[in-house]
Nanobody, 124 residues
Framework: QLQLVESGGGVVQPGGSLRLSCVAS????????IGWFRQAPGKVREGVSC????????NYADSVKGRFTISRDNAKNTAYLQMNNLKPEDTAVYYC?????????????????WGQGTPVTVSS
């Protein structure tokens, strides 16, 4: 069974940090680009970041540049999103998704598979 499972979400104060993880099972991430998306209440889902299969290309939304870092560990079949200096407007459900062969010259498009999401709340 092909599956992506996110974890690491939670409640954090403004200025705090969280690290999200996305673990793949049932398939290898080696040939897949990985993207992180988020959907805030009442808003459309938006792409946050993307990393290519080799890790050589990354892409970030302007709103998170300099604060978020995407990475991957193919040996662990896992991707990460390190989120620093969190702001209330980062509050959302965060999803990981993958697409085979995507180069990440932009945020991930037309993913092949999605995770179920992990909620992040930034509030004092």
């Amino acid at each position: 069974q092909l599956q992506l499972v996110e974890s690491g979400g939670g409640v954090v104060q403004p200025g705090g940090s969280l690290r999200l993880s996305c673990v793949a099972s049932g398939f290898s991430l080696d040939y897949y680009a990985i993207g992180w998306f988020r959907q805030a209440p009442g808003k459309v889902r938006e792409g946050v970041s993307c990393v290519s299969s080799s890790g050589g290309n990354t892409n970030y939304a302007d709103s998170v540049k300099g604060r978020f870092t995407i990475s991957r560990d193919n040996a662990k079949n896992t991707a990460y999103l390190q989120m620093n200096n969190l702001k209330p407007e980062d509050t959302a459900v965060y999803y990981c998704a993958v697409r085979r062969g995507f180069l990440c010259v932009s945020r991930l498009r037309e993913p092949d598979y999605w995770g179920q999401g992990t909620p992040v709340t930034v509030s004092s």
